[in-house]
């Protein structure tokens, strides 16, 4: 079993600065692409940013040049650095990541996401 578990979430002015962090943990082979997700109220799932292997990133025009996207492969951790957070950021943001799951002499590829984190930009 592979389990996704999320930190870093909370209140925070407009303006203000918040970091998220999501580690993988589990039966785990390898770790392709990783990214953060986020859904506001009666608003459906959208991309944030993603992360390959390599470190090749990608991030929805709403979050340019103030989010960014890292991630440590030693541990299995994937990073939001977020910015000049303002008001429309306010959601509930996941971490994905497509993972090579050990499964007794098989590799299975499975795409896993965590249980979500709360951010809210309120003055």
């Known amino acids: 079993q592979v389990q996704l578990v999320e930190s870093g979430g909370g209140l925070v002015q407009p303006g203000g600065s918040l970091r998220l962090s999501c580690a993988a943990s589990?039966?785990?082979?390898?770790?392709?692409?990783m990214g953060w997700y986020r859904q506001a109220p009666g608003k459906q799932r959208e991309l944030v940013a993603t992360i390959t292997s390599g470190g090749r990133t990608n991030y929805a025009d709403s979050v340019k040049g103030r989010f960014t996207i890292s991630r440590d492969n030693a541990k299995n951790t994937v990073y939001l650095q977020m910015n000049s957070l303002k008001p429309e950021d306010t959601a509930v943001y996941y971490c994905?990541?497509?993972?090579?799951?050990?499964?007794?002499?098989?590799?299975?590829?499975?795409?896993?996401w965590g249980q979500g984190t709360q951010v809210t930009v309120s003055s």
């Open positions: 994905n990541a497509d993972i090579l799951v050990v499964a007794g002499t098989q590799l299975n590829r499975r795409d896993y």
């Open positions: 589990g039966s785990i082979f390898s770790i392709n692409a």
